[in-house]
């Protein structure tokens, strides 16, 4: 899998060039931390959590 | 299928009148409709067999699945293990149940149980392998992936590989699904390193904060507040302002952005490795993808971000 780094993202994040879309949509996410907190990754934890009810 | 799951527990609690394992076999009736079990089903149904041909798979999955946790706890010193025992009584109970993943294929045809026993250990080693990768924690954000890759997605390739050999897929159908189980697992790590650092709740990522790559993003990018966010993270836990302002910079800082940004990666190339195996049916499992990278393609559209324009850039 292709893969940036930290900086090489960041880099990207804060250049100057004209960005293509989805740069422009990273740059808006990091923008509005409200959408973050509203993404709903709690639901996570049924892949990543304890595989039995009531656990945890 | 979590009923057949929850049995195939059960029979061997009662034979033995063992109360911890009946315990987790009374939990496998709540079974979440997503993990590894439903994953096997899936994979069932795309290659063309009935859900009742899944059944032992999964039930190999889930005892697994459960062992690997308890592991984990003990691993983690977690406060609130799967179960209330003993650390050592853990530890036993999660090599009771390796066993019973490998005992309960069984109940597969006579000529799928040496694959499915050779995958389901296959999965148990490689996990376990990664696990003492990840205690060691991660030198640098190379070792952070390597991590990733090592621990999480052994049991969804094992979880492909078992559901499509279920159903009827050749082996090299059913390893060609399989190559789908390492972006899948990536991108579950990847929503589980979100999930533990964007809620309310503190958990112990914050501890060690090289091995979330949120947070390895906020502590290494050049960005304004890189500073202030060092300063910040060894007291999230005593102070509530101190938590907010510092999920606030990971968002700012681009590593919520970051994240998001390899979750989409990692989906496409699960479809894609989705598509590129030849099975009757590829809906099934990728129905689930989909609902897994739902909060990925719900945020991008939300930003202005098409469907075509997520698949170009893939």
């Known amino acids: 899998m292709r893969r940036e780094t930290i900086h090489q993202f960041r880099a990207a994040l804060a250049g100057r060039t004209e960005p293509g879309p989805l740069v422009r949509a990273y740059r808006e996410l990091a923008r509005r931390p409200g959408l973050a907190a509203g993404a709903g990754f709690a639901a996570w934890g049924d892949w990543a959590g304890p595989p039995v009810a009531g656990a945890k | ?314």
């Open chain 2, 1 to 314: 299928m979590r009923w057949y799951v929850g049995d195939a527990l059960h029979a061997r609690a009662d034979e033995y009148e063992w109360d911890a394992l009946r315990v987790l076999a009374a939990g496998a009736g709540g079974i979440s409709p997503v993990g590894p079990s439903e994953l096997a089903l899936r994979a069932c149904r795309a290659a063309g067999g009935a859900d009742e041909a899944a059944y032992p798979a999964a039930a190999s999955l889930h005892a697994l699945h459960v062992a690997i946790h308890l592991v984990d706890d003990l691993i983690d010193d977690e406060e609130r293990p799967v179960v209330e025992l003993p650390p050592g009584l853990r530890a036993n109970l999660a090599l009771a149940l390796q066993c019973i993943a490998v005992e309960v294929l069984g109940a597969a045809p006579p000529e799928l149980r040496a694959p499915l026993m050779l995958a389901a250990a296959a999965s148990g080693r490689e996990t376990s392998r990664g696990q003492e990768l990840d205690a060691a924690g991660a030198a640098d954000e190379d070792g952070y992936w390597r991590i990733v890759e090592a621990k999480t997605p052994p049991l969804f390739t094992a979880a492909l590989r078992m559901g499509a050999l279920s159903g009827g897929a050749t082996p090299a159908a059913a390893e060609a699904l399989a190559a789908a189980g390492i972006p899948l697992g990536v991108l579950v790590q990847l929503g589980d390193d979100l999930g533990d650092v964007m809620g309310d709740e503190l958990r112990p990522d914050w501890q060690r904060p090289g091995d979330n790559v949120a947070l390895r993003f906020a502590l290494e990018a050049d960005h304004p507040a890189r500073d202030r966010f060092h300063a910040l993270v060894p007291l999230v836990y005593a102070d509530p302002a101190a938590h907010a302002e510092a999920r606030e910079i990971l968002v700012r800082s681009g590593a919520f952005s970051f994240c998001v940004h390899h979750m989409r990666i990692a989906a496409g190339a699960a479809r894609r490795a989705v598509l590129a195996a030849p099975l009757a049916d590829h809906a099934p499992v990728l129905e689930l993808l989909d609902q897994l990278a739902a909060p990925v393609t719900d945020l991008l559209a939300e930003v202005g971000v098409e469907e075509h324009e997520m698949e170009l850039a893939a």
